[in-house]
């Protein structure tokens, strides 16, 4: 399975610190994408990065990906409290269908 | 960006009663949707991918019989419980890829919460 794992699986911050979550998966991927989804709602698209980059930044985000620990992990710096919702790593392989970890529930208490 | 709805959003119904939902990608057409479930604080679970104009495939330990998938259009692929439970009670999400995109860019719906009493 290329299921993601994350951890932890539950962080809480004050506003303005930075979160960070991981991700670690167990077979070759051709990419891994980043989701937030708030409670009950749907799935929003943060950020994909491909098996031969290392890093992407987005606004307050960012991604690292190392290949060979099989690892990824997301920072948000300077956080807020509408930064709060579950934030789930996907991993695809040859047939580009997204396999989800179980996610990381992020509070920010303002 | 790429929108997708999903109808209803919320549906409650008796055990032994069927429920369709659906999802429609607004601004594209998509070939090729996914039906994901999930519960409480768990995953997303794949469960088929919905290929306009052919069958579904569903994964492993998806009872294909039990959750009817039509894809007949470009833009709508519909997910249809029969003969729900209470362990079908779950969170109902589909998503879609669009042709011509980053074929590793999917698009979400914002998902059907399912309760069956």
């Known amino acids: 399975s290329q299921q993601g794992e994350e951890d932890p699986q539950a962080l809480s911050i004050q506003e303005g610190e930075n979160a960070t979550m991981n991700c670690s998966y167990k077979?070759?991927?051709?990419?891994l994408q980043w989701y937030r989804q708030n409670s009950g709602r749907g799935l929003v698209h943060l950020i994909l990065i491909r098996s031969n980059e290392r890093e992407k930044h987005s606004g307050r985000l960012r991604v690292t990906l190392d290949t060979s620990k099989k690892s990824s992990s997301l920072l948000i710096t300077a956080s807020r409290a509408a930064d709060t919702a579950s934030y789930f790593c996907a991993t695809s392989g040859g047939s580009y269908i997204p396999t989800f970890g179980r996610g990381t529930s992020l509070i920010v208490h303002p | 960006g790429a929108v997708v709805s999903q109808h209803p959003s919320r549906v409650i119904c008796k055990s032994g009663t069927s429920v369709k939902i659906e999802c429609r990608s607004l601004d594209f057409q998509a070939t090729t949707m996914f039906w994901y479930r999930q519960f409480p604080k768990k995953s997303l679970m794949l469960m088929a991918t919905s290929n306009e104009g052919s069958k579904a495939t569903y994964e492993q330990g998806v009872e294909k019989d039990k959750f009817l998938i039509n894809h007949a259009s470009l833009t709508l692929s519909t997910l249809t419980v029969t003969s729900a439970h209470p362990e079908d009670s779950s969170f109902y999400i589909c998503?879609?890829?669009?042709?011509?995109?980053?074929?590793?860019?999917?698009?979400f719906g914002p998902g059907t919460r399912l309760t069956v009493l």
């Open positions: 998503s879609a890829r669009r042709p011509g995109g980053p074929t590793d860019t999917q698009y």
């Open positions: 077979t070759s991927i051709n990419n």
